[in-house]
């Protein structure tokens, strides 16, 4: 059974695997550093919103709604170990992101695109694994856990922080 909440994170876990699977094509289609021409700053821009508003309002999100419901029922297991990854992509996603945004204005210079070749390959893998985590244990949990009235509240949370 699916539930509101479950949905609403789906999405967003969809939007932004896609996000990252276009990273890791950029990132494998340009051995040298590539010049930023129209398109591709739209898309470095988009990248950019994609991560921000995944670690910032969807990390927000789950921990400090979804994961409080966990732990009153006691279920400290799964939110210790989604967390301790969210720790660990963040600041990585928002060096990502800082770099396409800069890079939408300006371009790269070879510095930069390496830096952003390396943190961008590493945020895909521990970002893409997060994701399938969450999509194979999180959701399911979510419909456990949660009841119906209490899933409404959450999703009606969900849509006015993150959208
Ligand atoms: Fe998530
Ligand atoms: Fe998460």
């Excluded at 988009?46 to 670690?55: P, Y």
């Excluded at 399911?140 to 949370?157: C, F, Q, R, W, Y």
């Amino acid at each position: 059974m699916q539930t509101q909440t479950g949905a609403l994170l789906h999405q967003a876990h969809m939007t932004t695997i896609e996000a990252l699977q276009s990273l890791e094509e950029y990132l494998g289609a340009n051995r040298k550093t590539p010049a930023v021409d129209e398109l591709a700053g739209r898309r470095l821009k988009q990248l950019s919103a994609i991560l921000r508003s995944e670690v910032e309002s969807h990390f927000g999100f789950e921990e400090n709604h979804l994961f409080k419901v966990f732990i009153e029922q006691g279920e400290t297991g799964i939110v210790t170990m989604l967390t301790h990854e969210h720790r660990s992509i963040l600041p990585l996603a928002l060096q990502v992101a800082d770099l396409a945004a800069a890079a939408a204005q300006s371009g790269f210079t070879d510095a930069t695109w390496s830096e952003f070749k390396d943190a961008g390959a590493e945020l895909v893998e521990r970002e893409i694994f997060h994701i399938q985590k969450e999509e194979m244990g999180l959701l399911s949990a979510i419909s456990a856990l949660v009841d119906p009235e209490a899933d409404a509240e959450l999703a009606e949370v969900y849509r006015r922080e993150v959208g």
